[in-house]
C-alpha cells in the first residue's frame, strides 16, 4: 500500500494532540493538567501496548518519548487519569475520527479500499470488553447467571472499513452497547446499529457504503434501515433462519429460473448459484433480495456460503460479490482479533470508573489501533 507522507506517524500522533485540544474540558476549576495531556495520555497507553495503567505509570519516570513522540506537557498519575477520563462524554472524540479520516482521504489511502470501483465495505460487528459481577456502573448490561449472581458487561459495535485485497483495516468509530440515560433496560446490537448507521451516514454523508454483515442482520427492518441511509449490503443467510427464502430458492431452480456457474482456478473450484428478485420472507413479501449460494472446494474439503444482496447479481459480477461477502470476517479477525492477541489487552479492566471510563478506554485503543494501521 502506497502511503502519504502526512500520513507518517509523526504527523498522525500530532493530529491526534491537536483533535483532543478541541475536546470541551468538563472541569470547572483550573485543572494542573490539560485535558489534551489527559486524553493524549490514555492514547499512549495503548499506542505504546502497555499491560496495564501501572505500567504506563511507571513511564513518569523517563517522560522523554512521550514528551517527544506524543507531545504530552504533563503527565497525569494513572488515578487523576482514570478520574478525569470517566467524566468525558465518548461522542467527544468523533471529531478526531473524522479528521484521522478525511486525512486519509487526503493521503490518497481511501481510494485503495475502493470495492467493485463503487463502494466502500463497512463490516460492523458487536463484541464485548469488560465483565464483571462485582464492579458495575449505571451504564452497564445486565445478565442473571445460572448460579442467581449477576454479570455486569459493556459491548460495543465496532466496524471498519474492510477490502478483500487489503491486509490493513479502517477502524471507524465504535457505538456503545450500554444502558442509555434513564433507561432500565438493557441496550442491544440492533438498537446501537440504528445508533451507528445514523452517525455513520452524518459523518460521511457521501460516501457510498456497502455493509457486509452476518445472518443476524438479514431482517426487513435492518434492510429498510440500510435503504433510508443509501447503502448497499450483503448480507449473510442461513437455511435455519430463513426457511421461506430457500424453499424460494430451491423452487427458482427448480423452474430454470436460477443461474449456476462454477470457475476453476489454482486447485480451488469456485461454484455458484444465484437467482435475483425473491421474497426476503412470508411476512415481507414486498422486501425482494437477490440471493447467492457458493461453495469452495479443495482437496482438503469444501465451504459453503449464501448471502442475499440488493446489488443485481450477474456472470460478471459474482466473484467480487463472494469476496465481498466474505470480507465480513475481517472485522473479527483484522479488528478484534487484533486488539485481543496483538498487544492491546483489548479485554483488560483499565479501568471501569462510575460513567464513560471504560467506553473512553475502549475509544483511546482504537484510535491508536486506527494510526497503527
Known amino acids: 500500500m502506497k502511503i502519504d507522507k502526512s500520513l507518517r506517524p509523526s504527523e498522525l500522533y500530532s493530529m491526534v494532540r491537536n483533535g483532543f485540544g478541541k475536546v470541551k474540558d468538563h472541569r470547572t476549576d483550573e485543572a494542573a493538567i490539560g485535558l489534551a495531556d489527559i486524553l493524549m495520555s490514555g492514547f499512549a497507553l495503548f499506542s505504546l501496548k502497555d499491560p496495564s495503567l501501572l505500567a504506563f505509570d511507571a513511564r513518569r519516570e523517563e517522560p522523554k518519548n512521550l514528551h517527544t513522540v506524543y507531545g504530552i506537557e504533563q503527565i497525569p498519575c494513572d488515578t487523576y487519569l482514570r478520574t478525569?477520563?470517566?467524566?468525558?462524554e465518548p461522542e467527544a472524540l468523533r471529531?478526531?475520527?473524522?479528521?484521522l479520516f478525511g486525512q486519509m482521504e487526503k493521503g490518497k489511502v481511501l481510494e485503495q479500499y475502493l470495492f467493485m470501483d463503487k463502494y466502500y465495505l463497512v463490516s460492523?460487528?458487536?463484541?464485548?470488553?469488560?465483565?464483571?459481577?462485582?464492579?458495575?456502573?449505571?451504564?452497564?448490561?445486565?445478565?442473571?447467571?445460572?448460579?442467581?449472581?449477576?454479570?455486569?458487561y459493556h459491548y460495543m459495535l465496532g466496524a471498519a472499513i474492510v477490502h478483500p485485497d487489503q491486509k490493513t483495516v479502517i477502524p471507524l468509530m465504535p457505538e456503545p452497547i450500554m444502558r442509555q440515560d434513564g433507561e432500565k433496560k438493557n441496550d442491544c446490537e440492533r438498537n446501537a446499529s440504528k445508533r451507528f448507521?445514523?452517525?455513520?451516514?452524518?459523518?460521511?454523508?457521501?460516501?457510498?457504503?456497502?455493509?457486509v454483515e452476518d445472518s443476524l442482520s438479514s431482517n426487513a427492518p435492518h434492510i429498510e434501515e440500510l435503504k433510508r441511509h443509501n447503502m448497499r449490503f450483503i448480507l449473510g443467510v442461513k437455511p435455519g433462519d430463513h426457511k421461506f427464502l430457500f424453499a424460494q430458492v430451491a423452487q427458482a431452480k427448480a423452474i430454470g429460473r436460477s443461474t449456476e456457474l462454477e470457475i476453476k482456478e489454482n486447485g480451488v473450484?469456485?461454484?455458484?448459484?444465484?437467482?435475483?428478485?425473491?421474497?426476503?420472507?412470508?411476512?415481507?413479501?414486498?422486501v425482494l433480495v437477490n440471493f447467492l449460494?457458493?461453495?469452495?472446494?479443495?482437496?482438503?474439503?469444501?465451504?459453503?456460503?449464501?448471502?442475499?444482496?440488493?446489488?443485481t447479481i450477474e456472470r460478471s459480477n459474482v466473484y467480487p460479490l463472494m469476496r465481498g461477502g466474505r470480507a465480513r470476517w475481517k472485522t473479527e479477525n483484522e479488528t478484534f482479533n487484533t486488539l485481543k492477541n496483538q498487544g492491546y489487552h483489548f479485554e483488560h479492566n483499565f479501568g471501569h470508573g462510575q460513567k464513560y471510563l471504560s467506553v473512553i478506554f475502549a475509544n483511546l485503543m482504537m484510535l491508536a489501533f486506527w494510526v497503527d494501521q
Open 84 to 88: 478525569v477520563l470517566d467524566e468525558v
Open 95 to 99: 471529531p478526531v475520527y473524522q479528521e
Open 124 to 152: 460492523p460487528d458487536g463484541t464485548g470488553y469488560f465483565a464483571s459481577q462485582k464492579i458495575k456502573c449505571e451504564y452497564c448490561l445486565e445478565k442473571q447467571l445460572r448460579n442467581g449472581e449477576t454479570l455486569y
Open 197 to 211: 448507521l445514523e452517525k455513520l451516514r452524518q459523518d460521511h454523508a457521501q460516501l457510498p457504503i456497502l455493509i
Open 269 to 286: 473450484t469456485h461454484r455458484f448459484h444465484f437467482v435475483n428478485q425473491l421474497p426476503l420472507n412470508e411476512s415481507n413479501a414486498d
Open 293 to 311: 449460494e457458493y461453495w469452495e472446494i479443495t482437496d482438503k474439503g469444501e465451504q459453503h456460503f449464501s448471502w442475499i444482496t440488493d446489488i
